[in-house]
C-alpha cells in the first residue's frame, strides 16, 4: 500500500515570497491534516480535513495560510507572503473515519522550507 | 490548554543499555496517549499507543504504560540497538470532535555501538 506522498522535498525562498506545498494521502483515507514541525518542536496541526470539509483550522494563521482540498483527496496548503518565522517542515498525514471514531494517522515524508 | 511535556535530548546510550524517556501530559479530559518515532531521513511513525488508565502499549521491544494517577507515558526498552537511534515523540489526543494530535518537543536518542 502506497503511503502518504508530498512534494517538493525541499523548498527555499526568499521572504514575501509565495510557496505551496502538495499532499496526496492514503487512498480511501477521508481525513487529511497539515501539521507544522519548527525545528526543536513538536508538530502542531495546521488544518483537519473531513473529505472536502474543514474540521479544524483553529491554529492556521489564515492572514497567510490558506489550504484546500477540492474534491476531497489531494490537498494543497499555501502560505503567501513566507515570513521568516515559517522556517518549517510540514506534515501531512492522513487517517479513516468509521462514524464513530477516527484511526491512526499516517505520516508523509514532509516538506522542509527555508524562508531566507 | 491539553499539552505534553517530555525529557530534552539528546539522550546517550552504549548499546545494551536500558532507555526511559519520561512523558507527562495534561488534559482536560481522558486522552489517548502515544508514542511517536521519526528515524533520520523518515516520517513519522507510530510506535506504540495506548487508550484508556493503566493500558501497556508495546512494540519492537518498547513499552509505556499509561498511569493516569501521575499522568505519566514513560517510554522504557531493556535492550537498546544502534538502530533505535531517532527522535520520539510523545502525544496524547484528548477526543472530541478531532483527532488532533498534541506533541511533545521530542527526545533525541543517539546509541552508540
Known amino acids: 500500500e502506497a503511503g502518504v506522498a508530498q512534494s517538493p522535498r525541499y523548498k527555499i525562498i526568499e521572504k514575501r515570497q509565495s510557496v505551496a506545498f502538495w499532499c496526496n494521502p492514503i487512498s480511501g483515507h477521508a481525513t487529511l491534516y497539515w501539521y507544522q514541525q519548527i525545528l526543536g518542536q513538536g508538530p502542531k496541526l495546521l488544518i483537519q480535513?473531513?473529505?472536502?470539509?474543514?474540521?479544524?483550522d483553529s491554529q492556521l494563521p489564515k492572514d497567510r495560510f490558506s489550504a484546500e482540498r477540492l474534491k476531497g483527496v489531494d490537498s494543497t496548503l499555501k502560505i503567501q507572503p513566507a515570513k521568516l518565522e515559517d522556517s518549517a517542515v510540514y506534515l501531512c498525514a492522513s487517517s479513516t473515519y468509521s462514524g464513530r471514531a477516527y484511526n491512526e494517522q499516517f505520516f508523509g515524508p514532509g516538506t522542509r522550507l527555508t524562508v531566507l | 490548554g491539553d499539552s505534553v511535556t517530555q525529557m530534552e535530548g539528546p539522550v546517550t546510550l552504549s548499546e545494551e543499555a536500558f532507555l526511559t524517556i519520561n512523558c507527562t501530559y495534561t488534559?482536560?479530559?481522558?486522552?489517548?496517549l502515544f508514542w511517536y518515532v521519526q528515524y533520520p531521513g523518515e516520517g513519522l511513525q507510530l510506535l506504540l499507543k495506548a487508550t484508556k488508565a493503566d493500558d501497556k502499549g508495546s512494540n519492537k521491544g518498547f513499552e509505556a504504560t499509561y498511569r493516569k494517577e501521575t499522568t505519566s507515558f514513560h517510554l522504557e526498552k531493556g535492550s537498546v540497538q544502534v538502530s533505535d537511534s531517532a527522535v520520539y515523540f510523545c502525544a496524547l489526543i484528548d477526543g472530541g470532535a478531532t483527532n488532533k494530535l498534541i506533541f511533545g518537543t521530542g527526545t533525541l536518542l543517539a546509541v552508540q555501538p
Open positions: 488534559a482536560t479530559g481522558y486522552p489517548s
Open positions: 480535513f473531513q473529505n472536502n470539509g474543514v474540521v479544524d
